[in-house]
């Protein structure tokens, strides 16, 4: 029976019986079941209010006789209904009365009673619900006790067993959270396993019992740092997500909780690919948790925190930007008094610094700290978090007297960090209050110079060891720190033991600090410092000389431009001119000297010091031969020019004599293979291209010529180094090639970038596809020759006539030319732009280097497998691309082309469209290309036979359309008019990838993918795709074609997915659409979890009749498998459907930007929904009641043979019903026919419950 009749029949019982009259306590209570579940499915309080009132007074009534049982029955009713309303509308006093009532229902249930379980298990709830309001503990351990004894009364094979684990488990986890004892957590884990075992797959509240699992064991991991604890979560809510679809309820705690664990097993073991899932599984959440749910602010929150670690993994700047714009929207939605509310700040301020430190913008500084003084004034004495703020707080002081040196900051950051350390000893970040107050006190000294500031940094540094055992992240860190203070007081006191400590200390950190880590150059740079103190105390030359390499090492890792790379070069220009003092074959040095004098001028006199030690080397290379002195000469003048810069007075005399040398070093080491001569020292080409690549970068930055001069120049001395056969010179003649494009682009040379495309094809020939350079410079090409197409410049082919060809076995030969019988007889070699018959396509692989190492391979294999690898490289060798496309006017014949690179020839007409194609091509990786317009010859009757014989042997080509295309093809890229992959997906093959095919169905469509000549062929091109054989009537329209298409599928396959599609409905009939373009992936409806057993009345739990559920199932499933098949008939589609009858409808609102209206619609057996459309429901439509919503069915949906009903088969079947589907919204017409209308948004219904499942019929309706 419908709800609201139901509800009319008992409105009239209760009249039946006004008060006084005997019966009046059940009508009551009737009528109040039958409105609480009104409320459950249609959300209207109203009806729980009044559910309310006619319970209370059923509880006035004096009893009848002694039936305490009713009475129970109707306490815990109201108790339920007050719980229900204290959640909706969160008034305290509901919850209490409501506790008061489950008292007074348990007291009516004693040890025996049947119902007295779920008094135990609700009035258990109701106290946790409270303890989560208010915290009073009496009320959780009340709950556990209650909850305890439920459980005992609901032994193993209870239906409702897995219930009470669950909510005991969660009593558990409150309290944990509240007291901390991890015995709590650890009987909140075994509960929550127990439950999750009593609740299998299609079990409906499995997903909950996976969330709540995988979040204890995420607690005891914090609490433990047991890596399987975290792993198993993940695990757990892997499972949780594969269960719900898009759009469930929980899926988006799934989500958050996942991007949870995800991030804190990337803190622990530093996988990026952890971190990157946790901000796809963020940005997801947030999806689900829109701006008007509860949680919007923590999915902001917790995105932002993952995004901000990313930037302190990858220093992408905009996962800052980004994490700073959420951080601002979370604090939006945290206004004074939110308990959250310091936690976006602190988040905020933390990531304004690292902006600063990033960007140096003074602002986002100041931000910071005006950041972080709110959020420490929220954070007041006692507060967990006060530590953090002070901390961190103190940090941006110092950070902001680092950048204005006031003394008022450094002075309140040693006062704010020595109040953190008032707090007890053992807190996670007393390690970093220590740390951070010994580099204020140690910038203090450096600015007054008390000796006590520096003794007390360093007895700190030493307690920051103590709390950073071997094996913390940070101890390098710390043992740098201690000894940089050491070495400063051994300058101040020349104490021999804190310079030897300070020593140890640096060689220790350079053991746990990685190669090429920021804090590695400046371990170097501060063990050299050291070396060269106990040298200049001690006079150990192999201190010298050690503090000279750890110099040279440090100069490796601090490229050209970084801001330390000047000090390290003053240093070491200081340190050679002590070692060059030594040697008594050195004359005097003059400007060598001046480093002895002050700092600030001994800077300026650096590049004079290194430019007059170059030349005295030279003199000496001259004298006594030794390369050494050369290879040193030209590294010392390459710092000099590094340091004068382009511009410089002094800079054409530094690059004349770098030449000079260079000259001379390549004279020596055409020969050194001969005469025996040290190899060449890799720093000295070393040095040469990291000046080289740090004026191309200043060049790029700063757009000035000279430097790219400088570059280019640098460029040619380093390939002078790295002849053929050097590993490196491929990389060499990129660099080169990218810095002469460069020069074009500013002033547009010819020969410029013909050298630049010549050196990149030669650096292509000396690799192989796969290594790591290979798509780089595969990409560079591309881009040089379409700048030599775009510019029209005249350039001269390339003489390929030298290409030398190489005695390799027959066999190779073979497996080419038999290759090549199956393809097209001519390609475009998309390197070069040269139309090649299967001769010179031969002639390139056999002159490749992929040929070179298919005959190493050959040569190291076992010959059973040799001609299995030939094959299989020629084939790769070989790979082509197609290009798929209309033909225009002045589409280039074979003719034109042959014998001529298309990319220098004239962009007119087709040939500019067939340049962008071979660019494109070459740019993916494809060596070959393939174009119907020049690779066939159309005047040889033969060759035009054999070239479509070999590209349209499968079958699927046999039809020429673009459809048949898309579907024969393996691999597809979309390419706009300008030559850009569409909608920037970078995919190797769109065919496979959702987001383009989504784009592709929402952006263009068929209809604009395939432009046909008339529009019916829209239709008429899937004819073949269905296998369907309907006469072409051109001059017919669009919408009646699809609409003859569609029916005839649906008469001939009974597939209602044909219905699945939003928009226009066509003329042709109700259920198609207009535009094939309204087929869109429409979106899985959501299922709903059902309520947990606290949120339904205590009959829900009354033994029903046996049998009776299984025998209406059964009748139920009978009918469905029986239903006939969906056809259509004088254009009357005969369509069977789940009919659900609209009872009540009613528009809600208009929005005013969209005039979209929105009705919420009540239909019985479904819960209310609401549908936006664009256009208004005509008011008759609405008041003739003869609207209903359909399920269009086909028994395919069911699960299979249903000849017993057992739990297992009924549960399947209550599941596939129960799930939320897409709705047809029907009126009915005269002649019992029916149209569809509101088709223009998606209508997705769901069913109530197991018992309106239970009662749904099949009709057959009539639908035009």
Not at 94 to 109: H, K, P, Q, S, V
Not at 289 to 312: I, K, Q, W, Y
Not at 1131 to 1149: D, E, G, N, W
Request: with cysteine; proline share 5%; aromatic share 6%.
């Amino acid at each position: 029976m419908d709800l609201r009749n139901e509800i009319s029949l008992k409105r009239a019982d209760l009249k039946r019986f006004p008060p006084g009259k005997d019966g009046r306590f059940d009508a009551l209570t009737d009528l109040a079941d039958a409105l609480y579940n009104r409320f459950k499915q249609e959300g209207e309080i109203e009806d729980l209010n009044e559910a309310i009132t006619l319970l209370r007074e059923a509880l006035e009534l004096p009893p009848i006789g002694n039936d305490a049982d009713d009475r129970s029955l109707s306490l815990n009713n109201l108790a339920v209904c007050l719980s229900n309303r204290y959640e909706n509308q969160g008034a305290i006093d509901d919850l209490e009365e409501a506790i008061t009532l489950g008292r007074a229902a348990l007291e009516l249930c004693p040890p025996g009673h049947p119902d007295r379980c779920v008094s135990l298990h609700n009035l258990a709830c109701d106290l946790r619900t409270r303890f989560v309001k208010q915290t009073a503990i009496h009320d959780l351990e009340e709950a556990i006790e209650l909850l305890r004894a439920a459980l005992e009364l609901r032994p193993s094979g209870h239906p409702h067993r897995s219930s009470s684990l669950h909510q005991l488990a969660l009593c558990f986890s409150n309290k944990y959270d509240n007291q901390g004892a991890v015995a709590d957590l650890e009987e909140a884990v075994i509960l929550g396993r127990a439950a999750l075992e009593l609740r299998p797959l299609r079990h409906p509240d499995r997903i909950v019992s996976l969330n709540n699992l995988a979040h204890l064991l995420r607690r005891r991991f914090q609490k433990q740092s047991s890596m399987d604890d975290l792993d198993k979560a993940i695990e757990l809510l892997r499972a949780a997500l594969e269960l719900h679809p898009s759009g469930n309820l929980h899926r988006a705690f799934s989500f958050h909780e996942m991007a949870l664990c995800l991030s804190n097993r990337y803190d622990t073991q530093g996988v990026v690919g952890d971190l990157e899932e946790a901000v796809t599984l963020g940005r997801a959440a947030l999806e689900l948790h829109l701006p008007e749910h509860p949680d919007h602010g923590v999915s902001l929150h917790n995105l932002a925190c993952n995004l901000r670690r990313r930037f302190v993994k990858q220093a992408g700047i905009c996962d800052l930007e980004v994490a700073i714009k959420l951080y601002r929207a979370a604090l939006e939605l945290r206004p004074s008094g939110h308990p959250r509310r310091s936690s976006s700040l602190h988040q905020l301020a933390i990531c304004l610094s690292s902006r600063y430190d990033n960007q140096g913008v003074a602002a986002d500084l100041e931000e910071a700290i005006t950041l972080g003084r709110a959020a420490l004034e929220l954070r007041p004495l006692g507060h967990p978090d006060r530590l953090i703020s002070l901390n961190s707080l103190a940090h941006l002081l110092r950070r902001r007297f680092q950048k204005q040196a006031s003394m008022h900051d450094l002075d309140e950051a040693v006062e704010l960090l020595r109040a953190a350390l008032e707090r007890p000893s053992g807190n996670l970040h007393r390690a970093f209050s220590f740390h951070e107050l010994a580099l204020c006190l140690s910038t203090k000294y450096d600015n007054q110079g008390v000796a006590a500031d520096l003794d007390e940094a360093i007895m700190l540094g030493r307690v920051v060891l103590e709390l950073r055992p071997p094996g913390h992240p940070d101890r390098g860190v710390s043992l740098n720190n201690l000894a940089c203070n050491l070495r400063r007081r051994f300058q101040r006191q020349a104490t021999k033991d804190d310079l030897e400590e300070a020593i140890e200390l640096l060689r220790e950190t350079l053991k746990l600090c990685p190669s090429g880590h920021s804090c590695w150059s400046y371990s170097l740079h501060q063990l050299a410092l050291c070396l060269s103190n106990r040298y200049d105390n001690q006079g150990v030359v192999a201190d010298l000389e050690e503090a000279l390499s750890l110099r040279r090492a440090a100069l490796e890792i601090l490229p050209p431009g970084h801001p330390h790379r000047g000090v390290v070069l003053y240093n070491l220009a200081c340190v050679l001119w002590r070692k060059f003092q030594k040697q008594a074959d050195m004359p005097r040095l003059h400007r060598a000297n001046s480093l002895c004098r002050g700092r600030s001028q001994s800077l300026a006199d650096v590049p004079s010091s290194l430019f007059e030690l170059s030349l005295h080397l030279w003199d000496r290379f001259h004298k006594q031969a030794a390369l050494t002195d050369l290879d040193e000469a030209i590294c010392l003048t390459t710092y000099a020019l590094e340091l004068r810069l382009p511009g410089h007075p002094d800079y054409a005399v530094s690059l004349k004599h770098l030449a000079l040398f260079i000259g001379e070093r390549v004279q020596r080491l055409a020969h050194q293979s001969k005469s025996g001569e040290p190899v060449l020292r890799s720093c000295v080409v070393d040095n040469l291209g990291a000046l080289a690549n740090y004026f191309r970068d200043r060049s790029r930055n700063q757009h000035a010529i000279v430097d790219l001069e400088a570059a280019i120049t640098l460029y040619r001395y380093v390939l002078q180094f790295r002849p053929t056969g050097h590993p490196s010179r491929p990389s060499s003649l990129h660099d080169l090639a990218q810095s002469l494009a460069d020069r074009f682009r500013q002033q547009p040379v010819a020969a410029d970038l013909d050298e630049a495309i010549a050196l990149e094809q030669e650096a292509l020939q000396l690799l192989v596809p796969g290594d790591p350079d290979y798509d780089v410079a595969l990409r560079c090409l591309t881009a040089c020759i379409q700048l030599k197409i775009s510019s029209q410049v005249a350039t001269t082919p390339s003489d390929d006539s030298g290409v030398a060809l190489f005695d390799i076995r027959q066999a190779v030969r073979d497996v080419a030319f038999e290759t090549l019988k199956t393809m097209p007889t001519r390609l475009l070699h998309t390197h070069t732009g040269i139309l090649c018959n299967r001769d010179a396509q031969v002639s390139h692989f056999m002159s490749s280097q992929q040929y070179s190492q298919l005959l190493s391979s050959c040569a190291a294999c076992d010959p059973a497998q040799q001609m299995k690898l030939i094959r299989t490289n020629i084939s790769r060798y070989f790979q082509y691309v197609m290009f798929s496309h209309r033909w225009s006017t002045g589409e280039p014949s074979l003719r034109d082309v042959e014998g001529h690179p298309i990319y220098g020839m004239s962009t007119d007409g087709g040939l500019g469209k067939l340049q962008a194609f071979c660019l494109v091509a070459c740019e993916r990786g494809y060596l070959w290309a393939w174009s119907d317009t020049c690779c066939i010859d159309r005047d040889s009757s033969a060759e035009l036979q054999e070239a479509i014989g070999s590209m349209f042997a499968c079958e699927w080509f046999r039809r020429g359309w673009t459809l048949q295309e898309l579907l024969a093809s393996r691999n597809i890229l979309f390419y706009t008019q300008a030559w850009s992959l569409y909608k920037n997906v970078t995919s190797s093959n769109h065919k496979a990838d959702v987001a383009v095919l989504e784009e592709l169905e929402r952006a263009t469509g068929i209809e604009s993918r395939f432009l046909t000549n008339f529009s019916p062929d829209i239709a008429y091109s899937l004819f073949g795709i269905f296998n369907l054989h309907l006469p072409v009537l051109y001059g017919e329209s669009a919408e009646n074609a699809l609409g003859r298409l569609l029916s005839e599928i649906i008469s001939q396959s009974g597939d209602i997915s044909v219905l699945d599609w939003v928009g226009e409905a066509s003329s042709f009939h109700s259920c198609f659409p207009a535009y094939i373009t309204s087929y869109r992936m429409l979106p899985l409806p959501p299922p709903q979890p059902i309520a947990e057993e606290h949120a339904a009345m205590i009959h829900t739990e009354q033994p029903e009749q046996a049998g009776s559920s299984s025998t209406t199932l059964r009748m139920l499933y009978r009918s469905l498998a029986n239903s006939p098949p969906p056809r259509f008939l004088s254009h009357r589609l005969i369509l069977p459907c789940i009919a659900y009858r609209v009872t009540a409808i009613q528009r809600r609102r208009v929005n005013p930007s969209t005039r979209n209206y929105t009705y919420k619609i009540l239909a019985s057996g479904l819960r209310p929904l609401e549908v936006a459309l664009p256009s208004k429901l005509e008011d008759a439509t609405i008041s003739q009641g003869a609207l209903l919503l359909a399920r269009p069915w086909h028994s395919r949906h069911l699960l299979g043979p249903f000849t017993n009903v057992h739990a297992t088969t009924e549960e399947q079947l209550l599941f596939t019903l129960g799930r939320p589907f897409n709705a047809l919204l029907l009126t009915k017409l005269p002649q019992n026919e029916y149209l569809r209308i509101a088709s223009s948004n998606l209508i997705t219904a769901h069913p109530i419950d197991s018992a309106s499942i239970l009662q749904s019929r099949l009709k057959i309706f009539d639908i035009v």
